[in-house]
Structure formats: C-alpha cells, structure tokens
C-alpha cells in the first residue's frame, strides 16, 4: 500500500508537488472539493501533467463517481492511471461528466484550452482550490517552485518531564533572502493541529530556536507527543529546512539528540537497530500527509530477510503511532538490524530507545535507496581515488567511553558489504586496521572501536576517529552508498547515543558520480561550512571534527571557528590547524571564554569555517561534570 508520489531523484533534488498537495493548509479545502465534487455527479478528469496518481494517493478518488480520465498528450493516451484508460481529452463531450476535475495547479490556462470541450452544464474545477494563501508563497508567479515548498517536519514532545528543542539558523539570509519567516504547525499523536504560528527570522544568519516549553506555555497546552511542522517563507539558495534536535529532560536523563528529518517520505528505512538486554526500542510512525496511514501499511523485517510482519494498525492524517519493535518482530537482539517498510507515508522517522536503567536516546534510520545498482568501476577507482568512499565517525576517549561501529546495508542492491574499518590517532597516523570481509547483508557483527584503538596504543584519555571503507580482497558489490551505525556509552552513568550516516569521497580535486559532493555548488566540494549549536545553561555544547581525505590534500586544515549570537554577529573567533586524517575535539565553554559564552547567549551557535578542505563534524551536548551524568551525539549539518 505505498503511496504512488514522487517525493525526490538523486539526479534533480526533491519535487514539490506531493507537498502542494499534502500541505496542512491544503487539507481542508481539499475537503471541500472532494464534497462539490460528490454532490455534482459523476466526475471526469482532465490530467494534462500526469498529476492524477498523486492526487489520488494523497487525497483518495476512489469513492468519487468517476466517469472517465483524459489526457493531452497524444503519447499517453491508452495507459492506465488511478485504474482508468487514458482518453483523448477531444472525447471529453460525450463523458456525461457532470462535473470535470483538472488535476493540475496554475490551470486557467489549461481550463481555457477545453472549455469549449465541456459536457454541457458541467463543472470546471481545478487544483487551484488547495492553494496556500499567496503571502506564504515564496514566488507567487510559480507555485510548484521548490523555494515555495521550503518544508519539514520534526519530532516533538512535551510531557512528564521531557522536552524538545529545534535549532538552526536563517541561512537563507545568507544566500541573499531578505524577510524570512516560519509558519509552524504543532500536531499532537492523533494529528489534531493544537497551534499554529509565524515566526519572524531574525537577520541573516540569526539563530532560531524552537522550545516545546516555551511553544506550550505560550499556547496553554497539555502535554503532547507529535510532530511539528515547518514551512520557510521567502527562503532563497536553500530549499532544504536543516536543524538540529535536541530531546531533554528535568533530568538528565533523556538526553540526546538528532537532526532534520529529511523532507522527502521513501519507501524503505534501514538501520533501525533491535533492542539490546533490558532496551525496549520503539519506532516513532508519524504521517507526513493529511491522509490516513492504512492498517497493513507499515511493516517491519529483519535486515536480510523476507517474512515482513505489517503494523495492524490506522495511523491519522498528520497523526503519531509509537511502535514497540518488539510488538512485530518479538526476540530479534542487538546488533541485529531492521528494515522498514515505509510506503512513502513518512519522513525518515525517530526511533527511542529506552534501557532499563531509564536513561533514553533518539536517534534515525536512515533512506534504503532503490535506485542503485552494483557499480563495478568502483573497484577500479583506488589508483585514481585512492579510499574513494570514506564514512568517518569519532573514536571518544576510551577512559570514558565505548565506541562500537556496526555496518548497515542502505539499498536494496547491497547483497553483501565488503567493509574494512581503518582506525587513526588525533595526528592522523593509522594506529589499526581491520576487515570485516564481505558481510552478508542479514549480518550482525559489530567492531569494538575502543578495544581496538587501546590494542593499537591509543591513550586512555586520548582520541581519534574511525574510517569505514571498501574492502575488495574478496570481491563484493559496491555501489557507493556505504552506511554504518555508531553508538558510545559513558562507562560511568551508563547513559549511551548513537548516530548513523553514508560515505562520501572526501578532498580529491578529481570527481566521480558527484562526489567530492558540494552543498552549494558543483563537485568537488573543498570547504566546510557546519553548524554547532550552542548549549544553554547546564550543558556544554561539544564537537569532534574529523579531516578525511581519499588522496593525499593539503598537510594542514585552516579551521575557522566562530562563537557566533542569536543575531548571527560574531563575538569570538579562534583559529585551529587539524592534520590530514586526523581529528580535534572541542566543547564550547571550553575554547570560548565565560564572557563571551554569556555574550552569545542560548540561541548562539558556533559557526565552522574552512576554506581549504571538507571536514566531517560530530556535536552533542554534556551535562553534568565532563558529561559525566549524561551526553548526546550525531553527525552535524552543513548550509
């Protein structure tokens, strides 16, 4: 039961018109038509753009009187859509439509060329009744423009004793934008929407904060567990709403963090980790349209297997399901792994983990391309690329913490993993290395990074990072989306994070398939820009920057780092040099003076500057001495 939408291509970006169509604003009046619509009779529609699959997926026409589909393109007439033959549009006439329904947005000019067409007394009606109010629209003279579809969704709660809180900033500013406002959109678990609100940007580059204790005393709420929709107005450069995501407790206990949701629903998520002793793991199902998700809809299968076991239950337009993974797929264990069948009902989705100790951490799966095939010439590339992909993740000081990496299959043509982790001190010099050999893709091994680096000779109290590579010396299939899991636990409170991400060709002047990826430009991508968001008090902010490279590149970085206000003007800046494949770990309060930690205030961020290669950032927050008490971590975002 997966939605037929295009939500996003890995050649041309996202598409916009599954938002259009499934915006909060859209749903009502979407609602209204479809009651014209019934009470006209029965309906013939007019889809000249090939927009009737959507429409349907998204706002359901089969309960309508449907007469007939007609199309414009003489090449298209005679497929099938929604269950109906394509017909010439010149046929229209003799439809005996009452009513004509034209599937498309920006239709006058459509409506006038088949006016004349019309069964006698019909209708005209056109998509143009969902439209959002024009001062929510970034350009008026193009509605399916992506920059009006500048949207997200997030994770967020409020209730016994746990709290939430998005942070980004007004990187649109930046680009050029000029007045940038959110329209926030707060939905609770049974998608009732229980506040709605425009936030006015601060100037470029401003920090933007979203509290759920401030969002719900400032709209006298009861306690909620949902999502909170974003939609940028007059964003520019950026169609993509980037944030950081922090979950917190009156205790420390809840601690962690995560990041922007990923706007385009997919059809499978993989990564998802089985509960580990005395874990309960649950995975949070939140509907990213304004219609229901059907029972049988959801599913969950062990990483390499075929029996799916599907999710008995209804889950309401915008609405939020907690799923104890348990409940579906009873007695799988860490590290064995989870694979999710979407449908494209949802944004890459949370999951929770709680151990029986209390403490709690969120984290994400991440997108199972389907798309992708085996790639033989990347076997080939190591004269040319040298470690060609490279997915880099932090060793954390083994005095303190344990470092477990666990690779992940991320697209269906990944029948086996040929991985080896390559281990390398602060300095970049390789202190270990080890093969995993070619992993079967229903696989559940893990490498103890922190045992590893202590055999190796790392210090205690020193640390470094980790590289997951390909590994050819027994063949295997490669198609450049290599994928991994890493999760760190404090070994005196017990309290643990994780993160997961995808490779990337790091710091080579030649490119293959889009790598080295630029965010804002053609390959190669050769600087960095990331985003560290401030603690505020009670916790310290820290980051672990590590500097990858597949070749040899410059000796040295030149890494700016810039203590930045809720204003987005500096207020202190300090200069670091990190050798090539090595790493340097910092916590805000402790490279930043009190002063200028006050003067930056909570909604301040660190801005992580280098123009001289691309680094690869981890952040989280502490609390408690050195984050004795508690500590969160994911991979970091760049704009």
Aim: with cysteine; glycine share 10%; aromatic share 10%.
């Amino acid at each position: 039961m997966a939605l037929t939408i295009e939500t996003f291509s890995n050649k041309i970006g996202g598409f916009s018109t599954f938002k259009a169509l499934g915006h909060p604003l859209a749903a009502e009046p979407a609602k209204q038509l479809r009651a014209k619509l019934e009470a006209a009779g029965p309906v013939a529609l007019y889809d000249p753009t090939g927009m009737a699959e959507a429409v349907n997926a998204i706002h359901d026409l089969s309960g309508l009187d449907l007469c007939g589909l007609f199309v414009q393109d003489v090449e298209t007439i005679g497929d099938t859509r929604i269950g109906l033959q394509a017909q010439p549009v010149t046929d229209l006439a003799s439809s005996g439509a009452k009513a004509v329904l034209i599937t498309a947005f920006e239709a006058e000019r459509l409506a006038d060329q088949i006016r004349h067409l019309l069964p006698e007394g019909a209708d005209l009606m056109t998509l143009d009744a969902l439209r959002i109010p024009e001062d929510m629209q970034t350009n008026p003279r193009r509605y399916l423009d992506n920059l009006n579809w500048a949207t997200n969704f997030a994770f967020f709660r409020d209730d016994e004793g746990r709290h939430t809180r998005l942070v980004t900033a007004n990187y649109w500013g930046g680009y050029g934008a000029e007045k940038v406002e959110i329209w926030a959109c707060l939905f609770d678990a049974d998608g009732r929407r229980l506040a709605h609100w425009r936030e006015t940007l601060g100037p470029a580059n401003a920090g933007v904060v979203f509290d759920s204790r401030d969002v719900r005393a400032r709209f006298d709420l009861g306690p909620f567990a949902g999502q909170l929709f974003l939609h940028v107005i007059g964003a520019k450069g950026h169609d993509i709403v980037k944030y950081a995501l922090d979950t917190y407790g009156d205790d420390n206990a809840a601690l962690s963090c995560t990041h922007d949701a990923n706007a385009w629903p997919a059809d499978l998520y993989a990564g998802l980790p089985a509960p580990d002793q005395g874990e309960r793991v649950t995975l949070w199902v939140q509907n990213s349209h304004p219609a229901p998700i059907p029972k049988g809809a959801i599913g969950l299968r062990r990483m390499g297997r075929d029996q799916t076991v599907w999710l008995d239950r209804e889950v309401p337009p915008f609405g939020s399901y907690p799923l104890d993974v348990a409940d579906l797929l009873p007695g799988l264990a860490w590290p064995e792994q989870i694979e999710i069948e979407a449908g494209k009902h949802m944004v890459r989705p949370r999951y929770e983990i709680v151990k029986g100790n209390g403490r709690e951490r969120i984290s994400h799966p991440n997108v199972e391309r389907v798309d992708l095939v085996d790639d033989p010439k990347i076997r080939t590339l190591e004269d040319l690329m040298g470690k060609g992909y490279i997915l880099p993740a932090p060793i954390l000081p083994p005095a303190d913490y344990d470092s477990v990496a666990l690779p992940t299959p991320m697209s269906t043509a990944q029948t086996d993993l040929p991985t080896q982790a390559v281990l390398y001190d602060a300095g970049g010099r390789e202190i270990a290395r080890h093969s995993f050999g070619r992993l079967p893709r229903d696989h559940a091994q893990t490498l103890d990074l922190r045992a590893l680096a202590l055999e190796a000779g790392l210090g205690a109290g020193e640390y470094g990072h980790a590289e997951l590579i390909y590994d050819f010396r027994d063949g295997g299939v490669a198609d450049g989306w290599l994928h991994g899991l890493f999760r760190y636990t404090d070994r005196r409170s017990g309290h643990a994070a994780e993160t997961s991400f995808g490779a990337h060709m790091f710091n080579h002047v030649l490119t293959y398939k889009g790598e080295p990826q630029s965010y804002a430009g053609k390959p190669p991508g050769l600087s960095t820009r990331l985003f560290l968001r401030i603690g505020p008090d009670g916790y310290d902010a820290f980051c672990h920057l590590i500097y990858p490279v597949s070749t040899e590149w410059k000796a040295t970085s030149r890494t700016e780092l810039t203590l930045t206000d809720g204003q987005g003007q500096a207020v202190a800046s300090e200069t670091v040099e990190i050798p090539a494949g090595g790493s340097f770990r910092f916590t805000q309060r402790g490279l930043f003076s009190a002063e200028a930690c006050a003067q930056a205030g909570a909604d301040g961020y660190v801005l992580i500057r280098d123009t001289t290669c691309r680094l690869f950032g981890y952040h989280g927050l502490m609390a408690g001495e050195r984050g004795a008490d508690s500590f969160s971590l994911d991979h970091m975002f760049g704009f």
